[in-house]
């Protein structure tokens, strides 16, 4: 089954504890990106990944960092997580940047 | 700033009313329009897309859009709605001047239909 797979679907964490998401997709796409859901503002982006190796920020990549060394996976890092990160999570993937996106089951990430 | 808008942030409906949700978007040259639909407690799903062509475009569900280039916009429509419709619309852009390879979402419109 083609899917996006996210882990962990929920995390509670404090002030400064890194911690990393992991998406991992099975479709051979080749665009992949991370989005942050809160509340009246719909989806913005945080990171994107063209290929392998090749990351570029979306409009929200501060206090995050991403890496993309395999195909399938593209794992978001909070280095030092604040409150102001407590959000809902997607990764998404597609064929390239102009098809559709086939989104992961989000990860709801509290930091206090 | 060049921006996506959904214009109802919140819509209640009656099971068997018609929906329209609007969208607009500011972007010029070339676009790809997307609805996507986020059932409660969800991921989000694609309804239904425009790349080019007829502009009329028909998605799952029962849901159809609109692409009107000299108005910018892609409005959602659905005949006569179900309970079942209950969710979270996004409409998303993009293409070669929505800054590099982004996809741009909208805020979304949140719609309960009353049974």
């Known amino acids: 089954e083609a899917q996006v797979t996210q882990n962990p679907r929920y995390l509670i964490t404090v002030t400064g504890k890194k911690l990393t998401v992991t998406c991992s997709q099975n479709?051979?796409?080749?665009?992949m990106s991370w989005y942050r859901q809160d509340p009246g503002l719909g989806l913005r982006q945080i990171y994107y990944s063209m290929n392998v190796e090749v990351t570029d920020k979306g409009d929200v990549p501060e206090g995050y960092k991403v890496s993309r060394k395999e195909k399938r996976n593209f794992p978001l890092i909070l280095e030092s997580p604040s409150p102001n990160q407590t959000s809902l999570y997607f990764c998404a993937s597609s064929h390239d940047s102009n098809t559709e996106a086939f989104f992961g089951q989000g990860t709801r990430l509290t930091v206090v | 700033a060049q921006s996506v808008s959904q214009h109802n942030h919140h819509v209640i409906l009656s099971e068997a009313a018609s929906l329209e949700l609007g969208c607009n978007y500011s972007?010029?040259?070339?676009?790809?329009l997307f609805w996507y639909v986020q059932y409660p407690g969800q991921h989000l799903q694609l309804l239904l897309k425009?790349?080019?062509?007829?502009?009329l475009v028909k998605g799952i569900k029962g849901f159809e859009a609109e692409f009107i280039k000299s108005k910018f916009s892609f409005n959602l429509r659905k005949p006569s709605v179900q309970w079942s419709d209950t969710a979270e619309y996004f409409c998303?852009?993009?293409?070669?001047?929505?800054?590099?390879?982004?996809?741009?979402f909208g805020a979304g419109t949140r719609l309960f239909v009353k049974a």
């Open positions: 479709m051979n796409h080749e665009y």
């Open positions: 998303a852009v993009n293409g070669p001047n929505t800054g590099g390879f982004k996809t741009i």
């Open positions: 972007y010029g040259g070339t676009v790809n």
């Open positions: 425009y790349f080019s062509g007829d502009p």
